[in-house]
């Protein structure tokens, strides 16, 4: 099986940062306003007028990035609505250097992941309803999007992927994949190919070439490498509330506890989560993205040893089906849900009993302490059978999912 050494860093990342940015944040009722509420272009193209980030947008929100411990942010270039973030060099003058602002805003987003250490990926639409060419002659439709693909590859500097997404729209054409990736490869050797197989057909493998499966919205689930000729990395993306690009009324929006359960599920499956957010027409975020991810930063922050390198190992454990371990060499971390918050029965409904938990280790265990404040976790060992007494948490915190380490 064919290994390569970009597939395993980018699973190294475990979590990332998702934008859905363009003229659309302008209209603010998400990225596929206008298709969906057919939107004629005359109505729709106003927003080029308004659309100015402000100056330090993409230094921002690569701060907020870092701050939620995302390692890598995968930026809309283009979607589905045909409007580039990146200067086209001619191409078509849909284009950030065209609208209000005049600048190109990859060239910033850029600048702002490479001062920082993070890393950037360019998502791309492969469906276009602007371009005549994608309706009207498909051949020549594609050597437009080889080209706007091309200047993605050569204008930027290394860059860490490619996200594609759209070819579900016309799944019997000949998309010439080969051709596509193929132009990746030459210039982008190492970056990461990946294209969004959708909500229909999650985590289904396809082109040879392609580097990472797709997962969507709280759904992972353990990718069989049995028959691949090479190794292939997963991603799950997944939105706050109900909309990819900026709905100023999507009050919709789940929990942290619950982006807190969804990054350790994709972890448990090897999967890496890319979170989305979608910036206001300045390239702001809402003030409850903001906070959702500086909190979640804090609970990564609390756990970052246990998120990154550790990878499934197949041991089963027993108590709760939530539960499950991750390993790295000879460390091992047991990831515990469900546990409740102890205290006077008058503030907290939780109980004060311990919750045990088994599993099989041959190892033997040195040392096994909480990741959050490095105390020890009661546990007891006979022969393999391992079994770990938690306790509730103690009044003062509720950490939703608690990671313990394990020293063999
Ligand atoms: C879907 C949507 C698209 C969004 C993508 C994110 O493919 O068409 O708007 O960018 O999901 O995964």
Known sequence: MIVNEY????????????????????????????????IPDEEYDKALKEFCPKADWAKELVATAKAAGCKYITLTTRHHDGFSLYDTLGLNDYDAPHSACGRDLVREFVDACNAEGIVPFFYHTLLDWREESYRTDFKKYLAYLRRSIEILCTQY???GGLWFDGMWEKPDEDWEEDALYGLIRKYQPEAMIINNTGLSALGALGHIELDSVTFERGNPSPINLADSPKYIASEMCEIFADHWGYAARDFNYKSLAQ???????????????????????????????????RTLGEWVALHEEALRLPRPCGIE?????????????????????????????????????????????????RSMTWLDDGSAVKFTQDGDKVTVYSEPFRYGGSLVVRIAKIST
């Open 7 to 38: 597939v395993k860093q980018f699973e190294k990342h475990g979590f990332g940062m998702f934008v859905h940015f363009g003229i659309y944040s302008v209209h603010g009722k998400g990225e596929w306003a206008k298709h969906t509420l057919a």
């Open 157 to 159: 500097g290394k860059i």
């Open 317 to 365: 454990v027993q108590g709760d089906r939530d539960d499950f371990l991750l390993q790295n060499g000879a460390e091992y971390y047991l990831f515990r849900h469900n546990l409740p918050m102890a205290a006077d029965p008058n503030v907290a409904i939780g109980d004060s009993k311990g919750y045990q938990t088994e599993f099989r280790m041959p190892e033997k265990i």
């Open 259 to 293: 982006m807190i359960r969804e990054l350790c599920l994709c972890r448990r499956y090897g999967s890496n989560m890319l979170l989305n957010v979608g910036p206001m027409a300045n390239g702001e975020l809402r003030l409850l993205d903001k906070a959702m991810l």
